[in-house]
């Protein structure tokens, strides 16, 4: 049979033959040649950028005067710069996305050179940025950029011009690793993930001020009793990432354990900063609120603390205890003392999932409730059914990656974004965190720079093109950002229909009055 003909026409010559092994042949081979196609509810595309085919890691989106800036952390690698016409390593790239339809591509800063074949070193993966006007020491004529350079360094750069950004300092070098840090910019305090030398772990806290980003200072190192130097025993879990609520707050969330083992930290941020320092189990513990050790097949990923949630379900009740002696003095509570059963505190703990094709422990989403710090409780999980998509036969990874990090009003405690993979990003409505809810969710078309992900070794390796939406992030204008971990680049996307109807699109209109 001809193989010119088209496909339909193969199939009808084989039905006319009651072939019916080279029918399902060509059936499987239709299959496997159809792309996988955009799919999506209550969520669209507004804009996106293939960001030169780069596999990307976090998006930060950060206003700069008028224009609105998106700065992409990427894994290691090497593609064309069109820009200089040079073959440059993956590290970061900066593209303006003030007209969200039009995003355009200003700069890429090359980050550290993937060692071999290794996909997990080189690249630059985090980013983080901060006004000068903001941060307490700095030029406040400035906007700074604190990012990763592959797994031995932390950087700042001056991005006042986000199209010709130029580096300051290396903040700390000669690390073993590096991975998702945090920067308040109200006070310029760097909570690092570095692999400090003689540590335990590949990777725990250097907290760092960088209230001067030209001139950091640095003020502790930090980590799980156990992964200091000189401890022995079994070391604890690595640290994933940490999230702080800076000073107003006086809290740091720590998510340990990528995909299993995972520990979830409460820590006084106060004396976290001011405590003892010597890295001893006692002063370890010392800022320590809680500790939840989660079951083995379980990481924390990200710890995003969901605070002040009003719950009119409880709103009625009339605990018999005060708040202090309910261990909820950080939380409300009435004028008899009582704690205020309808204002409520509560983490997300994300999972990541490393395996492809559904070859591990699946990560998910747990809700803990922290209204009574120092016992929290797991009171849900959410995840993706898999048999609304057979993701697990689409190839690359399956399962929760990471929330959004933004805690703009138009979405906080109503709605979180979470990065799953060849799942896309889902819309969770939290407004009750006892029962999570998908309202919205979007998965990018494949494209011809989309990656394969293979399982297996020799000629037992099978490989897929899968989407693989890596990290999510909205600004303060209620846009979503995903970018793709395969190669398939940035997609800005807003909700639609019911699910924005739960968004609060009057907090901006409010900010944007003042």
């Known amino acids: 049979m001809s193989q010119d003909l088209p496909l339909f026409a193969r199939l009808a010559a084989l039905l006319r033959r009651s072939s019916l092994a080279g029918l399902f042949v060509l059936l499987a081979i239709a299959a496997v040649a159809q792309p996988q196609k955009e799919e999506k509810s209550n969520m669209q595309v507004v804009g996106y950028n293939d960001l030169q085919a780069r596999s990307s890691y976090q998006p930060t989106i950060h206003q700069q005067g008028q224009r609105w800036i998106a700065y992409i952390g990427h894994h290691g690698g090497s593609q064309l710069n069109p820009l200089t016409g040079k073959q440059e390593d993956n590290g970061t790239s900066l593209i303006d996305v003030t007209d969200p339809g039009h995003p355009r591509y200003l700069a890429h800063i090359p980050g550290e050179p993937?060692?071999?074949?290794?996909a997990e070193t080189g690249g630059a993966q985090m980013a983080r940025v901060c006004d000068g006007s903001s941060l307490p020491h700095a030029d406040k004529s400035k906007v700074y950029l604190l990012r990763t350079f592959g797994g031995s360094q932390h950087e700042t750069w001056d991005v006042t011009d986000p199209a010709k950004p130029s580096r300051l300092t290396v903040v700390v070098s000669g690390l073993v690793d590096t991975h998702k840090s945090?920067?308040?910019?109200?006070?310029?305090?760097?909570?690092?993930?570095?692999?400090?030398p003689g540590w335990r772990v590949r990777r725990m806290t250097q907290i760092y001020d960088l209230s001067d980003p030209a001139h950091p200072v640095f003020i502790r190192n930090f980590g799980l009793p156990g992964q200091q130097p000189d401890s022995t025993g079994p070391a604890p879990t690595e640290l994933h990432g940490p999230m702080s609520t800076g000073p107003s707050g006086n809290r740091v969330y720590f998510g340990y354990g990528t995909n299993?083992?995972?520990?979830?930290?409460?820590?006084?941020?106060?004396?976290?900063?001011?405590?003892?320092?010597?890295?001893?189990?006692?002063?370890?513990?010392?800022?320590?609120?809680?500790?939840v050790d989660l079951p083995p097949d379980a990481g924390s990923h990200s710890a995003y603390p969901l605070l002040g949630m009003d719950l009119p379900e409880f709103a009625k009740q009339k605990p018999r205890v005060s708040a202090v002696a309910a261990g909820m003095e950080h939380g409300e509570a009435d004028s008899t003392g009582k704690p205020n059963q309808s204002h409520r505190d509560f983490l997300l703990s994300v999972g990541e999932t490393t395996g492809n094709e559904c070859l591990e422990n699946r990560q998910m989403v747990r809700v803990l409730d922290i209204t009574n710090e120092t016992h929290p409780l797991g009171v849900a999980t959410w995840t993706v059914p898999e048999a609304s998509g057979n993701f697990c036969d689409r190839g690359g990874r399956f399962g929760t990656h990471s929330s959004n990090e933004n805690f703009t009003p138009i979405y906080y405690r109503r709605i979180v974004f979470i990065a799953h993979f060849n799942a896309g990003v889902r819309a969770l409505d939290i407004r009750d965190p006892f029962h999570p809810k998908e309202i919205a969710y979007y998965i990018p078309a494949i494209t011809d720079k989309t990656d394969k992900r293979c399982v297996g070794t020799g000629a037992e390796q099978h490989c897929k093109v899968a989407i693989q939406t890596n990290n999510v992030d909205v600004d303060d204008r209620g846009y979503i950002y995903i970018v793709d971990r395969a190669n398939t680049g940035m997609h800005i996307l807003e909700l639609t229909g019911a699910a924005r109807q739960i968004a609060n699109f009057e907090s901006k209109r409010v900010s944007e009055k003042r």
């Open 260 to 291: 299993g083992n995972g520990i979830v930290q409460i820590v006084d941020r106060n004396k976290l900063l001011n405590g003892p320092k010597e890295p001893t189990d006692a002063n370890l513990l010392y800022p320590q609120i809680a500790r």
């Open 182 to 196: 945090w920067w308040e910019c109200d006070t310029g305090i760097a909570y690092l993930v570095s692999g400090a």
């Open 114 to 118: 993937r060692k071999g074949d290794n």
